[in-house]
C-alpha cells in the first residue's frame, strides 16, 4: 500500500516532506508528559494583588496567602485523600 507522499501525481511541499522523513525516521518516538509534583487546587482573591491559595505538593495540601511580593504558609493542610473530592460543596 502507497502512501499519499509515495505517489509521483502529487506534489510535496518542502514542510510535508519533511514531516513524512521525521515520521520515518523516528517511528516510535512517543513524548511523555511528566506528572506535576506541585498543583495549585484553589484560589481566593482578597483584593487588589492579595489572595489566599490552597496548593498540593507531592500530596500534602497547604494554605497559602500570597501578596505581589511574598508568599507565606498559613496552614498544613495534611494529605490529600485519593478518590476524595477535593473540596465538597457547602449545603
Do not use: Y
Not at 499519499?4 to 525516521?25: F, G, H, K, M, Q
Not at 511580593?69 to 495534611?78: C, H
Amino acid at each position: 500500500m502507497s502512501s499519499v507522499l509515495d505517489s509521483p501525481n502529487i506534489e510535496t511541499s518542502p514542510l510535508s516532506a519533511l514531516w513524512a522523513w521525521l515520521r520515518s525516521v523516528f517511528p516510535m518516538v512517543h513524548v511523555q508528559r511528566r506528572e506535576r509534583r506541585l498543583r495549585l487546587c484553589e484560589s481566593l482573591p482578597l483584593g487588589e494583588k492579595r489572595s489566599v491559595a490552597v496548593v498540593e505538593f507531592e500530596e500534602q495540601r497547604f494554605l497559602l496567602a500570597v501578596t505581589s511580593a511574598n508568599i507565606s504558609l498559613l496552614q498544613p493542610l495534611g494529605p490529600a485523600q485519593p478518590g476524595q473530592a477535593r473540596f465538597p460543596e457547602r449545603s
